[in-house]
């Protein structure tokens, strides 16, 4: 059998498998913790902080994607200081990608207050649209990125490689190798990128296509 | 400038045993040097031979601000753009040259630092500069000073120790001692001694080395961190530019004190003449019997590998090593699990700075006991500190713990330069504190610091006189730390961003009334959020000056 760990969660004892996350833990008891990069079928990495709760005896804030339980921790997971993080961490977001195509985002930007313009006067990160392949185009103007796109691409799906992250911190980027075209590297355009990204940052061309026209016409 | 020849590729890489992905940063660099730069070939090339998607080399040749992707035009002279080298301004350059802003090149005490890649420095006194350009620690000889002599003993003569002079100072002596002893033995006197890691995070180094001992796995590696690029820092740099063996010596007694096979030293590929000089002296250690199979004939095999880093400070955090060290790009792992159970390739791994591996010999050479006399109770030892800033004698200078940092600044380095009073130090680094004047009698220990809230860090000490305006400082503190996140988690990856961008608010005059709290929720965010050390002390020093001199960040001021 497997052992079973005890905790406390936001007042509440449970009990879960040892090596369960304290996301997955809170959710056997109804709590759901709120998360932007983690995907079910993606490694978790703890990117975006967004699911950080107040591990008691903990100096920092502790992700809870990634964290396992461990017998008698306490668990807050929406204390003030737990909110005012995450409410920035979205505000300093919105102040540098466009996120008005991410229902993700913009759901949890109204759990949290979370005001758009907190952070005015901001350098946004901006790119151009790349429109180079048959099947889909990129605007990573809108990628918050959360390595979706880049896990599936290699060992979390399809072993192709095409694309990994180019420069560092605020300028890091998704791309290919020495900025080819997508046609011109490994991608065998099955399409699993396009299918976990959050934001709108990559588009089957039908859709970008079909949105296009929308904006055409209330132009 | 011509295309690059693509046949000179294979005799150069041929020279590397490319051993899979972690010969990536080697090959790199090789070809680097080859081309001055990094040809979209070459990249294919070496992706092929290592077996590395080529997305990914990409992405790690991207990733490190030393590679580059284009053939430079020109030649160009790298200038210091951190604090204690431009507060006058930093160096003229004549019009014409092409110049570029790098930051702290670990030349602080020699104030305003600068390189010519490569070139000699007779060439830059061709170009009129006024001021000779050090191009490494060796040209201007640093200063040494402080109370003992110890770490430091063989420092400062314009030299490099050899062997043989590093034995007659008493080296290797405690390699003896501890191959006599059995590794939990040894252990016992590391952890005796009180000595704490002095990379920064003051971790209790024979507690690191127990765990580590204590692992499952019989693969294990010992690492001396030799990144050093905190802006302000140069100790490790004198150190082993001026005597390698010490180094040496304790890391080979940590891969014995853990049952290691192997150790890498990573050093940042700025330090190039430190590197040659521990290559020389790994070479000397090998011919002596010190290094390789059975050292000392004590029946003990152990050997080290030296790695050069590629322009990011990040890869100063331990883990952010290990991937670079694999090949990857310098991105913090999320812990646990700690390096002591999964580090380097995933082994079991201790990581030592290097002024903490060169108290190691003295442990044994001494005892622990004679050791722990020194400093205060419970910060053993004695400590280096990196004296930069307005201050008559920038150097290193060696104390045991427990001396007052005006003690240090007035009495040892000969106090305020031109005639100017004290303003304020930074203290620790850019992750670091501000003390004032009315703290300049805090004791140096950790306990004290920590209580006067200030981090001790790895020991800078930048003293700013009362004219430097301050809110210049924090700007290019915020800058650095931006430009050095890594990326990977949000609130650092953000909010080092935001915090630049406010700060020039801050500097331009035209600071926004909700600004400063602003400043704080980035500060709590990153802090409480961040994976690593990096972005989880990014706002310190702004919220270390904040809270002494809040008026900066209020209004638009002459002055501070
Ligand atoms: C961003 C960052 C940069 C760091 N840079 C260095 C460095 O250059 N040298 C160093 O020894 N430790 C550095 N550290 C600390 C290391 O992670 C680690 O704690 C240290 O090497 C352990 O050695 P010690 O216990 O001997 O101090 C850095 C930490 C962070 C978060
Ligand atoms: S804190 Fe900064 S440097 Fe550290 S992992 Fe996060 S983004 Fe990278
Ligand atoms: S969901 Fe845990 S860090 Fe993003």
């Known amino acids: 059998m497997q052992e079973m760990i005890e905790l406390t969660i936001d007042d509440e004892v449970v009990s879960v498998p040892a090596g369960t996350t304290i996301y997955h833990a809170a959710m056997e008891m109804g ?12 490694s978790a990495n703890a990117l975006c902080r967004v699911c950080v709760v107040e591990v008691e005896g903990s100096r920092v804030l502790v992700p809870a994607c990634v964290a396992k339980v461990s017998a008698g921790m306490v668990v807050h997971t929406d204390t003030p200081r737990v909110r005012s993080a995450r409410k920035t961490i979205l505000e300093m ?29 901001s350098i946004r990160r901006e790119s151009d649209l790349i429109d180079d392949n048959p099947m889909y185009v990129r605007d990573y103007s809108k990628c918050i990125l959360c390595w979706r796109c880049v896990q599936v691409c290699a060992q979390d799906a399809q072993y192709t490689f095409a694309i990994n992250f180019t420069g560092r911190g605020y300028e890091t980027h998704i791309g290919t190798f020495y900025d080819r075209s997508l046609t011109e590297t490994t991608c065998v355009f099955c399409g699993q990128c396009v299918a976990v990204c959050p934001t709108g940052a990559l588009k089957p061309r039908r859709e970008w296509l079909l949105e296009e026209k929308d904006h055409a016409h209330t132009r | 400038m011509p295309d ?18 972690t010969s990536l940063l080697p090959a790199l660099h090789a070809v680097q040097s080859l081309y001055g ?34 053939s430079a035009a020109t030649r160009s002279i790298q200038v210091c753009k951190d604090p204690a080298c431009r507060l006058d301004g930093g160096i003229k350059i004549p019009d014409g040259i092409q110049v570029e802003d790098v930051p702290c090149m670990g030349l602080c005490d020699m104030a305003p630092a600068a390189a010519v890649d490569g070139i000699s420095a007779d060439w830059t006194i061709d170009l009129g500069l006024s001021k000779r350009l050090p191009l490494s620690g060796r040209m201007h000889k640093s200063h040494i000073g402080g109370d003992v002599s110890i770490l430091t003993r063989n420092c400062g003569k314009g030299q490099v120790t050899t062997l043989l002079d590093y034995r007659a100072s008493g080296g290797y002596t405690g390699l003896e001692n501890a191959l006599r002893l059995t590794p939990p033995e040894l252990i016992a006197q590391v952890k005796a001694s009180g000595l704490v890691g002095r990379g ?97 004939t004590s029946g003990f095999s152990f050997d080290i590998e030296v790695r050069q880093g590629a322009g990011a400070y990040v890869c100063g955090e331990e883990t952010a090593l290990f991937e670079s060290i694999e090949g990857k790009r310098g991105l913090p792992r999320i812990k646990p699990p700690f390096p002591t159970t999964a580090g380097l390739f995933g082994k079991p791994t201790v ?37 930069s800033g307005d201050v008559v004698r920038p150097g290193l200078y060696e104390l045991p713990f427990g001396a007052s940092l005006r003690h240090l600044i007035e009495d040892l380095a000969g106090g305020m330069a031109n005639q100017r009073g004290f303003g304020a130090a930074l203290v620790g680094g850019a992750a670091g504190g501000f003390a004032t004047a009315a703290e300049l009698d805090t004791r140096l220990s950790f306990e004290d610091m920590r209580s006067a809230g200030i981090p001790l860090g790895a020991g800078v000490v930048m003293v700013f006189d009362e004219t430097r305006d301050l809110r210049l400082i924090l700007l290019r503190l915020a800058q650095f730390f931006a430009e050095e996140s890594c990326g990977k988690c949000f609130p650092c990856q953000l909010g080092t961003q935001r915090q630049v961008e406010i700060l020039h608010r801050v500097v331009d005059g035209q600071i926004d009334k909700e600004d400063p709290t602003r ?42």
Not at chain 2, 43 to 67: M, W
Not at chain 2, 382 to 387: A, D
Not at chain 2, 531 to 543: D, P, T, V
Not at chain 2, 544 to 554: G, M, V
Request: glycine share 6%.
């Open chain 1, 31 to 42: 709590v759901v913790i709120p998360t932007l990069c983690f995907h079910e079928y993606c």
């Open chain 1, 93 to 121: 977001l919105a102040a540098s990608v466009d996120v008005s195509d991410s229902a993700d985002v913009l759901r949890l930007m109204q759990d949290y207050n979370a005001r758009s313009d907190r952070f005015p006067a």
């Open chain 2, 4 to 21: 690059p020849d693509p046949l000179l590729l294979s005799p150069v890489l041929d020279q590397y045993k490319l051993a899979g992905r």
């Open chain 2, 37 to 70: 730069y990094i040809p979209e070939f070459a990249a294919e090339s070496i992706a092929r031979q290592l077996k590395v998607p080529l997305a990914e080399v990409y992405g790690v040749v991207t990733f490190y601000s030393h590679f580059r992707t284009q």
């Open chain 2, 200 to 296: 920064g995070a003051a971790f209790p180094t024979g507690v690191k080395w127990e765990s580590a001992a204590a692992a499952s796995d019989s693969t294990r590696y010992v690492i001396c961190n030799a990144d050093e690029s905190e802006p302000g820092t140069f100790k490790d740099r004198i150190l082993l530019e001026d005597d390698p063996h010490h180094m040496i010596e304790g890391l080979i007694i940590a891969g014995y004190a853990i049952g290691a096979q192997k150790g890498y030293v990573y050093i940042r590929v700025e330090y190039s003449e430190a590197y040659q000089v521990i290559l020389h002296a790994l070479d000397e250690a090998r011919q002596a019997g010190i290094l390789g199979k059975n050292i000392l």
């Open chain 2, 351 to 387: 990581i030592n700075n290097v002024e903490t591996l060169c108290n190691i010999p003295e442990i044994l050479r001494e005892g622990a006991q004679a050791y722990s006399a020194r400093g205060t109770q419970k910060s053993t030892g004695t400590k280096l500190f990196c004296l």
């Open chain 2, 519 to 560: 400043l704080s929720e980035i500060a709590q965010t990153m802090t409480d959020a961040s994976i690593c050390g990096l972005g989880q002390s990014a706002a310190m020093a702004i919220q270390s000056a904040n809270k002494r001199w809040p008026q900066i960040f209020t209004a638009r001021q002459d002055g501070r």
